[in-house]
T-cell receptor, first 113, second 113 residues
Framework: GENVEQHPSTLSVQEGDSAVIKCTYSDSASNYFPWYKQELGKRPQLIIDIRSNVGEKKDQRIAVTLNKTAKHFSLHITETQPEDSAVYFCAANTKTSYDKVIFGPGTSLSVIP | NAGVTQTPKFQVLKTGQSMTLQCAQDMNHNSMYWYRQDPGMGLRLIYYSASEGTTDKGEVPNGYNVSRLNKREFSLRLESAAPSQTSVYFC????????????FGDGTRLSIL
């Protein structure tokens, strides 16, 4: 079945450094790849998404890259701040329904002041 | 505009008890979803409803039933609660076929003793 893998599971960086989270997906028909941030005890919230017709998208300190040939996509956070500390989930939609996404297991990011 | 509203926020049940988790959205979205979130396992899809009047099983449907009461409301029922169903449950909604991000409720924290 469809699967999304995510690495690393935990990540600690110094404030001001960059953080990179990588995901791979199995369904070659996937064409929508959102990233969600979940702070402790809160709901997941979308921070950025990318569609298969582009290879990179940037929003201030956050960027996402997509390699459809290799079936992997990555989240890049530059100039990290303590408020970036959270769990980040990648996801990919599936060919059975473009309304359904499969989530990765999450990456717990800690930004050390 | 409240977005996605879930009730209750917290619940403790005894094994064998039944209960219904309620979810309502006011964004006129067609598709609605129920997820459970367990430590280290990300968000796993229990059931989803692509449109009013339709429901489909997700990854982990056993022990649950759902009802898409109307376009706004999508409920999740545990007929006979088991300790393995202790989890945080999230409801989400999105527009069908538009590759738009999912909007999540605040979650229901459910403990089964």
């Amino acid at each position: 079945g469809e699967n999304v893998e995510q690495h690393p599971s935990t990540l600690s960086v110094q404030e001001g450094d960059s953080a990179v989270i990588k995901c791979t997906y199995s369904d070659s028909a996937s064409n929508y790849f959102p990233w969600y941030k979940q702070e402790l005890g809160k709901r997941p919230q979308l921070i950025i998404d990318i569609r298969s017709n582009v290879g990179e998208k940037k929003d201030q300190r956050i960027a996402v890259t997509l390699n459809k040939t290799a079936k992997h996509f990555s989240l890049h956070i530059t100039e990290t701040q303590p408020e970036d500390s959270a769990v980040y989930f990648c996801a990919a939609n599936t060919k059975t329904s473009y309304d359904k996404v499969i989530f990765g297991p999450g990456t717990s990011l800690s930004v050390i002041p | 505009n409240a977005g996605v509203t879930q009730t209750p926020k917290f619940q403790v049940l005894k094994t064998g008890q039944s209960m219904t988790l309620q979810c309502a959205q006011d964004m006129n979205h067609n598709s609605m979803y129920w997820y459970r979130q367990d430590p280290g396992m990300g968000l796993r899809l229990i059931y989803y409803s692509a449109s009013e009047g339709t429901t489909d099983k997700g990854e982990v449907p056993n022990g649950y039933n759902v009802s898409r009461l109307n376009k706004r409301e999508f409920s999740l029922r545990l007929e006979s609660a088991a300790p393995s169903q202790t989890s945080v449950y999230f409801c989400a909604s999105t527009n069908r076929g538009s590759n738009q991000p999912q909007h999540f409720g605040d979650g229901t924290r459910l403990s089964i003793l």
